[in-house]
């Protein structure tokens, strides 16, 4: 069963610092997500890693991904109050390899962040 | 383009009786897919539809869960008789295969429907 840790869980920091969230995931996958959620909005896709040391950047996040390790990171630079929502990885789990059609999505719990003045 | 849209955003009810669910995935798009997330716990799949035919129901809760999707188009997913453990939000996702018949492209979330069983 695909297990995907994240932490921390809680993070509140101060704009203009830098900081890192941590995805790891137990079995081997070729896809990784990261999301974005605001309060009581939908989850908005930022990320989608699809190889080992994959890295995409875009403003002050950048994400990346170890396949070897089974980890992912979303790194924040120079923190804004903007950042502040629920982030999500998720690891994605299919079974069009072997001939099935389903394929579906492992989150991690989150990390809530809250960037303050 | 409308994204995805599901309704109601809230209900409120109390154990033992029935909500009906509905997602109106993005138009043209073949995978329909349903996840939980109850409070404090993660975002769980529940199952995942190709046009109207069930793929994986295996996050299926029990059999008070039903999830229907009419002619591949919106779905449905009812809960029958509702219990408090049922209280979460539920959000749905669509998605395009890559390729016709192949793994599935990016996915699109409504805000999803929150649900309170009191």
């Known amino acids: 069963e695909l297990k995907v840790e994240q932490n921390p869980l809680f993070l509140s920091m101060q704009e203009g610092k830098n900081y890192t969230i941590y995805c790891n995931y137990s079995t081997t996958s070729d896809r990784l997500y990261w999301y974005r959620q605001d309060p009581g909005k939908s989850l908005e896709s930022l990320f989608v890693?699809?190889?080992?040391?994959a890295v995409k950047q875009e403003g002050r996040l950048m994400a990346s991904l170890d396949t070897k390790a089974r980890l992912s990171t979303l790194h924040i630079t120079a923190a804004v109050h903007d950042l502040s929502a629920t982030y999500f990885c998720?690891?994605?789990?299919?079974?069009?390899?072997?001939?099935?059609?389903?394929?579906?999505?492992?989150f991690g719990k989150g990390t809530h962040l809250i960037i303050q003045p | 383009e409308a994204g995805v849209t599901q309704f109601p955003s809230h209900s409120v009810i109390e154990k033992g009786q029935t909500v009906t669910l509905r997602c109106d995935p993005i138009s043209g798009h073949d995978n329909l897919y349903w996840y939980r997330r109850v409070m404090g716990k993660e975002i769980k799949f529940l199952l995942h539809?190709?046009?109207?035919?069930?793929?994986?129901e295996s996050g299926m809760p029990n059999n008070r869960f039903l999830a229907e999707r009419t002619g591949g188009t919106y779905s449905t997913l009812k809960v029958q008789p509702a219990e408090l453990e049922d209280s979460g939000v539920y959000f749905c996702a669509s998605s395009q295969p890559l390729l016709a018949g192949g793994r599935t492209g990016e996915l699109f979330f409504g805000e999803g429907s929150r649900l309170t069983v009191l």
């Open positions: 539809f190709v046009k109207e035919s069930k793929q994986d």
């Open positions: 890693l699809l190889s080992n040391g």
């Open positions: 998720a690891v994605e789990w299919s079974g069009w390899y072997s001939g099935g059609g389903a394929d579906g999505l492992t």
